[in-house]
Each structure stands twice: as C-alpha cells, then as structure tokens.
C-alpha cells in the first residue's frame, strides 16, 4: 500500500507517518506539505528505516496542488488528509479572505485532491481507504473559530457523501475527529494568538477529564486503524477522539470572554 499523507511533514501527520512505517503497514509514503525542509529530513529518515519515502512541497489550497501530490501515487494506497488552518477570528473580526482560506485548505483542498485519488484507484481497480482529519470544532466549535468549525463541518458532510459515493468502487472514506491535541502547531497558536502562558500545557491539562490533552499519538493509531484491512467495511463514519460525549451533560453557557464582540 502506497499511502498519501495531507500535512505530512510535521505534527498529527509526521505522527501517523511514523505509526504506518513502525508497524509495516505501508510500501511508500508521500509526504505532502509546506515545510519542504522538515520534510525532507522526516522523508530520509523513513527510508532510512525501510520505507521508500518522498516529500512533496504543496499547498493544497492552491488549484494544482492536488494533482501534483497524486501524481506520485499510482498504484496501491491509501489517502490521508491531515493539513487544516487553524488561524482565529470571530464573526465580528472575521474577512471574507480568512474564511476563503479555511474553506481552501480545509475542505476544498482535501475534496480535490480525494478527487484525483479516486480516478487513480478506479481507473486501476484498486481498493482504496481515505481518511480525512477533522475536529470536534466540526459539531460546532468555539466563536473565535467560525471559519475553522464551518470548514471542520463541512468536511465531515464531505466525508459521508464521498464514502457513499464511492463504495461501490471498493473506496472507504472515514473521518478522525481530534480534540484539544498537544503539538507544536497548538503551542505555536496559544501563544501567538491566543495571549497564553509559556506554561499553559501545564495549567491545562488538570482542567481536562483524564488530566492531559489528547496525544498525537492516540489519533494516528484511529487512522491507522481505519486505513487498515482489519476496519472491515467501515466507511461513512466520523470518530471523535475526545475528552467528552456530544449530545451528554448539561450544555455549557459561553463565558463573557467568549462571547463575540462588536
């Protein structure tokens, strides 16, 4: 199995990367992202370890991007789709050049580059598993990230139209929802944008049910699971990988710190 990595060059994709060359899951990996460099050395260092690995500098925003990532993957495989936009704004501060670059990274780059997956692997007749990455911001999400949790939304409508779409040609579509997760990217933001602590992990996670934030780790093993053989006919499902149960609990009322303001 070939395997495409969305966002592969760092974070919950360098995670997933390393999860699918430990357990020999995969013959090849194409690392897509925009840290060239980072990717360069996570690519050696894979082949390195006995998986054939490339890196392809990609925005997948832009128009070309996903026919040049899926170029380099034309025989058996797998598709993930881990690259997002995070950046914050609420409806009050948001731009309609902020919300188009959510919707182009996180659900308009994914649908195209799914797209030109999906021809490969019919056109060959080979089975295939993509799973996007999405968030739990998708059930709704936080004011400070509208743009975020309506793209994050859509992907998941994305994910069960495409896996209905395509099952008769041995396609499965999965989605993996992570929650508050810990990595580099999430320390970067917490304190570039959001004013917070050079300790904020260490303040956080005893405000989180089981004491931490969720790993990398956790959520790569969920892709892996779903892109393997041994998740059967699973396909059209999004999986929250959380600290809470949507639907349960007493809803909580937005503090006035949150609240959107003119």
């Excluded at 997760?181 to 300790?199: I, L, V």
Aim: charged residues 20%.
């Amino acid at each position: 199995m070939i395997t495409i990595i969305n966002g592969g060059t760092q974070g919950l994709g360098e995670a997933v990367a390393r999860k699918l060359v430990g357990e020999g899951r995969s013959t090849g990996l194409v690392l897509a992202g925009r840290s060239a460099d980072r990717g360069k050395a996570l690519a050696d260092e894979l082949t390195e370890l006995g998986t054939p690995s490339v890196v392809v500098a990609a925005d997948i925003g832009e128009q070309d991007a996903p026919a040049q990532v899926v170029q380099t993957c034309v025989e058996r495989f797998g598709v993930v789709n881990v690259a997002a936009l995070t950046t914050r704004a609420t409806l009050f501060d948001d731009t309609p050049e902020h919300a188009d670059r959510h919707l182009a990274v996180n659900v308009k780059g994914p649908y195209f580059l799914i797209q030109a997956a999906a021809r490969v692997m019919i056109e060959a007749s080979t089975a295939g598993s993509i799973v996007n990455v999405g968030s739990t911001s998708g059930h709704g999400g936080q004011p400070r990230l509208t743009a975020y949790s309506m793209s994050k939304g859509a992907l998941a409508v994305m994910t069960k139209n495409l896996a209905y779409a395509l099952m008769r040609h041995n396609i499965r579509v999965n989605q993996v929802n992570p929650g508050w997760m810990e990595t580099e990217s999430e320390h970067h933001t917490q304190m570039a944008h959001d004013g917070a602590p050079e300790n904020w992990l260490e303040l956080a996670a005893p405000t989180r049910p089981f004491g931490r934030l969720v790993q990398t780790w956790e959520v790569a093993n969920a892709i892996a699971f779903c892109l393997s053989p041994e998740s059967g006919l699973l396909t059209g499902n999004v999986i929250d990988i959380d600290q809470t149960v949507q639907g349960a609990g007493e809803p909580p009322l937005p503090g006035s710190e949150e609240t959107p303001q003119l």
